[in-house]
């Protein structure tokens, strides 16, 4: 049965009725078998549980990210503060980087504006975790772990979604973005970018246009970058086997350090099953001239493309200035308990449901 039919029978009632909740009640037992069997993995890796407030003073600062907005009153309610519920718990925890911590995570409630369908969720759970010290490779290989340990736990070696299976075990297929821009739209990626990563617009649209792709007159290479990524590569990745989709274009990666080997490319990574994105990761950045040159570059093409900005967090660019070398990986752990479990839909591995 598709994915995209519309909701009938149980399914149509509210999360809280009680036939829906024993349809669902399944899926549900389920995610916390795969919590509490993750959670002994990362105690047994010598990682620290934490909490990060979801309460900040910038959502994020990705163009593409939307955060919900609120105020902090004062006590006689004649001042507010602007505030904003964290698209990521990624700022926090890397202040506790910053502050000494080595090895920690989080299942973090976070929030997401304009995000709705089988897949997302206003509010969602992400799992985050961070290892001082580490290379990326070695959080790359904490995902396939964790992807495994998740699916064994139900028990199951087969992640599911729309009809797809694949196994959990598999090994895992490792593609970069040039890679896969040659094999799945026909396009050099690399030819669209120049020795400091600025990339070609016209060249870029030209190729997106030949490989099938509508553009319009004042995309960006961003934008571009964007359309190919969703239409030609990200439906095809995932299918035969885990997949590892890596080496991103730097201004395509703006919290990860550039690659020591490329300039132009960043340690960026994203983890895909059966065409779904599991987990995005990096090898972070830590210098805050960067971060800050990066956050306001987006917050520039935010502006123009949806007309607001979010303000960029003055205590997380310091900290980044105390922060070690290191590693990490937000995960869609809603997701992952979704492709385990069979479910159709996210809403279905929530436990009060979508509002």
Not at 34 to 52: G, H, N, P, T, Y
Not at 219 to 225: P, V
Not at 230 to 252: M, N, Q, R, W
Not at 339 to 347: H, M, N
Request: hydrophobic fraction near 40%; charged fraction near 25%; charge should be negative.
């Amino acid at each position: 049965m598709s994915q995209n039919l519309p909701l009938t029978g149980n399914e149509a009632r509210p999360w809280w009725h009680p036939d829906r909740h024993q349809d669902r009640k399944p899926f549900l037992m389920a995610r916390n078998r795969i919590k509490k069997s993750l959670r002994a993995w990362f105690e047994a890796q010598d990682f620290c549980e934490v909490e990060a407030g979801q309460l900040q003073v910038s959502p994020g600062n990705e163009t593409h990210l939307h955060g919900l907005a609120t105020a902090r009153l004062t006590p006689d309610g004649a001042s507010a503060t602007p505030l904003y519920l964290h698209t990521s718990p990624e700022f926090a925890c890397k202040k506790l980087l910053a502050a000494g911590e080595t090895r920690i995570f989080d299942f973090a409630r976070v929030f997401r504006n304009r995000e709705a369908g089988p897949l997302h969720a206003t509010e969602f759970t992400m799992l985050e975790w961070y290892r001082a010290g580490a290379d990326w490779q070695v959080v790359i290989g904490d995902c396939l772990s964790l992807v495994r340990r998740a699916a064994a736990s139900i028990p199951t070696d087969v992640l599911t979604w729309r009809g797809h299976q694949v196994s959990a075990s598999a090994e895992p297929r490792y593609l970069s973005l040039a890679e896969a821009f040659d094999q799945f739209a026909g396009i050099d990626l690399m030819a669209t970018l120049d020795h400091a990563g600025n990339g070609d617009c016209a060249m870029l649209a030209a190729a997106a246009r030949a490989a099938g792709v509508s553009t319009d007159p004042d995309d960006s290479w961003s934008d571009l970058f964007s359309k190919v990524l969703v239409s030609l590569i990200e439906p095809k990745l995932g299918f035969d086997a885990p997949t590892i989709l890596h080496s991103y274009p730097a201004c395509e990666a703006a919290l990860a350090r550039r690659s020591p080997k490329d300039p132009r490319l960043a340690e960026r990574f994203e983890l895909y099953v059966c065409g779904v994105e599991l987990a995005n990761g990096f090898g972070e950045l830590t210098d805050s001239a960067e971060q800050r040159a990066r956050f306001e570059a987006d917050m520039d093409l935010k502006e123009r493309l949806y007309g607001q900005r979010y303000p960029l967090d003055e205590d997380f660019l310091s900290a980044l200035d105390h922060m070690p070398p290191a590693s990490g990986v937000a995960l869609g752990f809603d997701r992952l308990v979704m492709l385990a479990s069979g479910a159709r839909r996210i809403d279905d591995v929530m436990w009060t449901g979508a509002v």
